[in-house]
């Protein structure tokens, strides 16, 4: 007897529910898709670049301070009545008025979710600025009015040019006495092949400004400062016939100056942004609030939103995906009360909510993330849900590590984070015996961090690591940190060293028999050749296999 058709009823009503649920299972995710598609879009993540000195943290904290996200500006050295900056909050970064770390800023903007990175703009810290660019959209470059373009500001272009990051040009300390505002788009030109295109013109020369001409509608903005220069400056719109009124001939040789730009092909062309090959540029003073809102503006308008990011197999990953990140920064000693460690991931796709359990990529176990934070310079709350193109903050992810990918659903592992060629070597030792525990605890925080790359080798011992680092601003900020956060002063012994160089295992015997070379194995189980000089590795290459040594990254 054929049952088929006594159960054809029930069958009928199973599928149509099964296909019910797969239409509002479609439905749900669609909807998931299309909010965060649309949360996305709504975000703006860049980095603040420039060389030492040039207003870097002035401009960061001036951006807070025009989007309320902070009543009044803080100064650099944070002297007389004014606080220091919020994103400069290390002792030492106080102490020594530089940035040092790099620091977060989340906040809102004309209806856009801004997060803000400010890095380090002294050689020195360079791996931790690269580290930064790698959880970017965009970036902006400081370029100092007096100094044009110096050489950091030069070497963190290349990084945004090599990483597809497009550059918003930002001439600042207008303010004060400098070049020429066409030397300078000159300069942007020759020495690092961008192509400038003004969206604000300096009324006035550097040292005597006025206000900015408005190359979109030719008005003039004039800029008013408030007493001390804390808070907001009084910006005034004023039509091109009564700045020409008021001004006279300030006025026609900026209207001059920009249009013989505009006739050599400056005006502005977003496509050429995008790619990299052009930049617009504004014109400032953030020390004084003058044009910081514009910048604000050209953010929220050009810069690009977050998108699909390529993985390590080079496929992209849209945004709009389940949950994916990255972790570019870990940071210990932020909370005094507690020193605590946090781990900074940069959303990549998906929703993150607060508990959610995700993927570790690089073990394949899962990842309870119920300790997530939104972060503020030192400050933290708690975060319940992040989009791309956020920083989270995980406290006290001990299994984590710069480069190391999350994810939810689908499986998913990001490019890694790759470090830097050390120049300068230095042996620690503790400089308190019984301090031993403190002292192993700290030089395996601070290498994890990246404040220095620690090295082993089976001839020096557990007891005498060896810092490697890019500038030996690195081992000053190590020493401090190891006796103010660890309770573990340290000893110093820098090496003869300067030229490193990954080495094969079959190499290693070689490179340790000889004289002013000595082979030393990274936190991360890479083998380092170190060697006095380029003349004493070229004495060795000749005696091993080929591609036995091969350059690190930077």
Same mark, same amino acid.
């Given at each position: ?297 050209? %953010?929220? @308008? ?8 390529? &993985? +390590?197999? #080079? *496929?992209?990953? =849209? /945004?709009? $995906? ?123 925080? %601070?290498? @994890? ?8 080798? &089976? +001839?020096? #011992? *557990?007891?005498? =690591? /060896?810092? $490697? ?86």
């Amino acid at each position: 007897m054929d049952t088929t058709a006594l159960h054809a009823p029930e069958l009928t009503d199973h599928r149509e529910a099964g296909e019910a649920s797969e239409r509002r299972e479609s439905r749900r995710h669609g909807g998931e898709a299309g909010e965060v598609a649309a949360e996305a879009a709504r975000r703006r993540t860049f980095a603040v670049i420039s060389h030492p000195d040039a207003g870097k943290s002035t401009l960061t904290e001036a951006l807070a301070l025009h989007a309320h996200a902070i009543g009044e500006a803080g100064a650099v050295h944070g002297k007389g009545n004014r606080r220091g900056v919020v994103s400069d909050w290390m002792d030492m970064e106080k102490d020594r008025g530089i940035s040092i770390t790099s620091a977060v800023l989340q906040f809102a903007y004309d209806g856009t979710v801004v997060n803000l990175l400010d890095t380090p703009g002294h050689a020195d810290f360079s791996e931790d600025t690269y580290r930064v660019l790698a959880a970017v959209d965009a970036a902006v470059m400081l370029v100092d009015a007096a100094k044009g373009i110096e050489p950091q500001t030069f070497k963190l272009f290349e990084v945004c040019r090599a990483r597809g990051v497009p550059v918003i040009t930002v001439v600042n300390k207008w303010d004060r006495p400098g070049l020429d505002a066409l030397a300078i788009m000159d300069e942007l030109t020759t020495r690092i092949d961008l192509h400038p295109m003004p969206l604000t013109w300096p009324v006035g020369v550097a040292g005597d400004f006025h206000g900015v001409l408005d190359c979109a509608t030719g008005d003039f903005v004039q800029f008013t400062r408030t007493p001390g220069g804390a808070t907001e400056a009084i910006t005034t719109r004023i039509s091109a016939a009564e700045a020409e009124r008021l001004l006279g001939s300030v006025w026609t040789d900026a209207v001059e100056e920009y249009d013989l730009l505009r006739s050599s092909g400056h005006d502005y062309d977003h496509e050429l942004f995008l790619s990299g090959a052009a930049s617009p540029v504004l014109f400032g003073s953030a020390v004084l609030n003058f044009g910081v809102r514009q910048l604000l503006d050209t %953010l929220v @308008e050009l810069a690009p939103a977050p998108d699909a990011r390529p &993985d +390590r197999s #080079g *496929a992209p990953r =849209p /945004v709009s $995906a389940p949950f994916s990140g990255f972790v570019f920064k870990i940071q210990a000693g932020m909370d005094r009360a507690h020193r605590d460690r946090l781990a900074f991931v940069r959303v990549c796709s998906g929703r993150f909510t607060r508990g959610m359990v995700v993927t570790h990529a690089e073990t394949g176990r899962p990842f309870a993330t119920k300790y997530a934070q939104s972060v503020f310079g030192r400050d933290r709350s708690t975060l319940d849900e992040a989009f791309p193109g956020d920083v989270i903050g995980l406290v006290n992810a001990n299994a984590l590590r710069v480069g190391d990918t999350l994810f939810a659903e689908e499986k998913v592992a990001f490019p890694r984070i790759p470090l830097f060629a050390p120049e300068h070597f230095a042996v620690a030792r503790a400089a308190v015996t019984g301090k031993q525990k403190q002292f192993r605890r700290g030089i395996e925080q %601070l290498g @994890e961090e990246g404040v220095v790359q620690v090295l082993q080798s &089976d +001839r020096r #011992g *557990a007891q005498a =690591p /060896v810092l $490697a680092a890019v500038g030996p601003m690195q081992f000053d900020v190590a020493s401090h940190r190891m006796e103010h956060e660890f309770g573990a002063p340290i000893r110093l012994e820098s090496l003869a060293y300067s030229v490193a160089r990954a080495v094969t295992p079959v190499a290693i015997p070689i490179v340790d028999s000889r004289s002013g070379a000595e082979v030393l194995t990274r936190a991360d189980g890479v083998h380092l050749a170190v060697f006095a000089d380029k003349w004493r590795l070229a004495s060795v290459e000749r005696d091993l296999p080929a591609e036995s040594l091969t350059p690190i990254f930077g």
